[in-house]
């Protein structure tokens, strides 16, 4: 069987491919720039796409390349929209035209909920508002790819995935942030370890168990249906902090900073993620501890 993974030379794509290689799939990439396994595919460039779906003729498709930030999409909403909606748009019609069978994956984003009037764990009925362009290129992607599902009958499952953390994430994140930070003051690089709001409460799932959730959904998933992916436990991001303070090596200082702070941010966001475990077995499987203190050591070596 043969994957193919936009984005793959992204931290979740890089995790997914060592997960699907480890089940005995063979993998293959397209991103911006290649490697081993990876293709130089524009997904804005449609022609040059198709062409890639022509060639590689997957037996399934994750659809990861994104504008992932969410800070980013408030400075430039015009290039999220353009890689999430139209980059997608591209890839949906190339497997259309080719004719392809393959089963796709759709990554989308738990930030599509928004504000919720409720503290209750979040399911795939609730009513979605999103709060950001982010969110929104995201709604957006999912609402094209249902059309696709009912007007042109491809095969695609879409995720809702909540926050996801582990080795190798970029800056930007709340774990990559605060280990960075504690690394260099570690290191005597810094004083303080700068932080935004630490009141939201999140859902947080290492991303090596995030993969074995996509690759699930790939397997078993039913045509058409939206999956929440996330841990099912809510964590003050107060205390997430406190954990990995404490895991530091030396006293570490805070201070509050306002540039972190978001324009608007949910204050409460956790995952009901019944459907996913009912059609798929999946649960996580590495403790959070786990995911942080990987996380922490990660850092430490780029410090």
């Not at 030396?250 to 201070?255: E, M, P």
């Amino acid at each position: 069987m043969k994957a193919l993974i936009t984005g793959s030379r992204g931290f979740v794509g890089k995790h997914l491919a060592a997960e699907l290689t480890d089940s005995g799939y063979a993998v293959n990439g397209m991103d911006l720039a290649d490697d081993d396994y990876t293709s130089s595919v524009d997904l804005l460039d449609k022609d040059a796409v198709r062409s890639s779906i022509k060639a590689q003729q997957p037996d399934m498709l994750f659809h990861l390349a994104a504008q992932a930030s969410v800070p980013l999409s408030w400075d430039d909403p015009q290039r999220t929209y353009e890689l999430n909606l139209i980059g997608t748009l591209n890839l949906l019609e190339a497997v259309r035209q080719e004719k392809s069978t393959c089963r796709i994956v759709i990554i989308g984003s738990a930030d599509q909920y928004g504000v919720t009037t409720h503290s209750d764990a979040i399911s795939e009925s609730e009513e979605q508002h999103p709060q950001n362009p982010y969110a929104a290129s995201k709604r957006a992607q999912e609402e094209i790819a249902l059309i696709y599902v009912n007007r042109y009958l491809l095969d695609i499952c879409m995720t809702r995935s909540f926050n996801h953390c582990g080795p190798g994430q970029k800056l930007g994140f709340l774990v990559p942030d605060i280990c960075t930070g504690i690394a260099q003051v570690e290191k005597g690089n810094a004083q303080f370890l700068k932080v935004g709001n630490t009141e939201s409460i999140r859902d947080f799932t290492d991303v090596r168990d995030v993969v074995r959730a996509y690759k699930l959904i790939c397997e078993k998933g039913i045509n058409g249906e939206v999956y929440n992916v996330g841990s099912g436990v809510g964590r003050k991001v107060r205390d997430v902090l406190d954990a990995l303070v404490s895991m530091a090596s030396c006293d570490i200082k805070i201070q509050p900073d306002i540039e972190r702070m978001r324009p608007s941010d949910t204050p409460v966001i956790v995952c009901d993620n019944t459907k996913l475990q009912k059609h798929t077995g999946w649960t996580p499987q590495l403790p959070f501890e786990q995911t942080l203190r990987d996380s922490l050591e990660y850092y430490r070596s780029l410090a």
